[in-house]
Every structure is written in structure tokens, then in C-alpha cells.
């Protein structure tokens, strides 16, 4: 599985980006997906993930309520749309899918084996 993340920028705080994550695979559809960030001089830190099938999803507090991840197996992409974005929110945004297949969508990066390049977003106060 290959990922690629795009849609970042620079926006305003208040503002709202949409982030895709395209895949290639044909069996992408059965691999959970988590969008992970990382603030300039942090570490990488969770977002939110989505389960293979959809119906299970999972966001770190502070973006309950503003993010939404979502996906779309029938073109290989994983969204996640963010909303009332916040300076600190400014970071690096990268997608990844499970090891393994059927997965539930977890929190710890080290579930993840496939990682794909990440997409800035800076937002401005």
C-alpha cells in the first residue's frame, strides 16, 4: 500500500482545509487508516483514525468536534476534513494504514506500517 496525503495550505485561524489521502492497492479497503501530525519541533502525534469499514472512528480530544475523517474505498481516498482550525493545528499531516488488514482504526502509530508523505498546514492567528 502506498499513501499520499495532499491538501494542506495556509489558512487562517477560524478557517477550515480538506486533507486527502490517496492509495494504491487493491486492497486498501480493507485497511484501517489513521491521519497523524506533526507540530514544528514536536513529535508525531495522533488526529483521528477510520476503521476499514467505515463505520468505526476515533479522534484525539483536541479536534473532537472540529475534524471528521471519513473515507471512500470505491477511489482509494481517506479524508479528513477540518474545521475552525486553530494555530495550533499548524503541523506536518500524514496519513497511514494498519499492518494488518480488518483493522479498527487505533491511536498508537505502531500499529501503523505504511506511512506516506505528509501535507503542511499552517495556520495563521
Known amino acids: 500500500v502506498q499513501l499520499q496525503a495532499s491538501g494542506g495550505g495556509l489558512v487562517q485561524a477560524g478557517g477550515s482545509l480538506r486533507l486527502s489521502c490517496a492509495a494504491s492497492?487493491?486492497?486498501?479497503?480493507?485497511?484501517?487508516v489513521g491521519w497523524f501530525r506533526q507540530p514544528p519541533g514536536k513529535e508525531r502525534e495522533f488526529v483521528a483514525a477510520?476503521?476499514?469499514?467505515?463505520?468505526?472512528?476515533s479522534y484525539v480530544d483536541s479536534v473532537k468536534g472540529r475534524f471528521t475523517i471519513s473515507r471512500e474505498n470505491a477511489k482509494n481516498l481517506i479524508y479528513l476534513q477540518m474545521n475552525n482550525l486553530s494555530p495550533e493545528d499548524t503541523a506536518v499531516y500524514l496519513c497511514?494504514?494498519?499492518?494488518?488488514?480488518?483493522?479498527?482504526?487505533?491511536?498508537?502509530?505502531?500499529?501503523?506500517?505504511?506511512w506516506g508523505q505528509g501535507t503542511l498546514v499552517t495556520v495563521s492567528s
Open positions: 497511514a494504514a494498519e499492518r494488518t488488514l480488518y483493522g479498527l482504526g487505533q491511536q498508537d502509530p505502531r500499529f501503523y506500517g505504511y
Open positions: 492497492g487493491r486492497t486498501f479497503s480493507r485497511y484501517a
Open positions: 477510520i476503521s476499514w469499514s467505515g463505520d468505526r472512528t
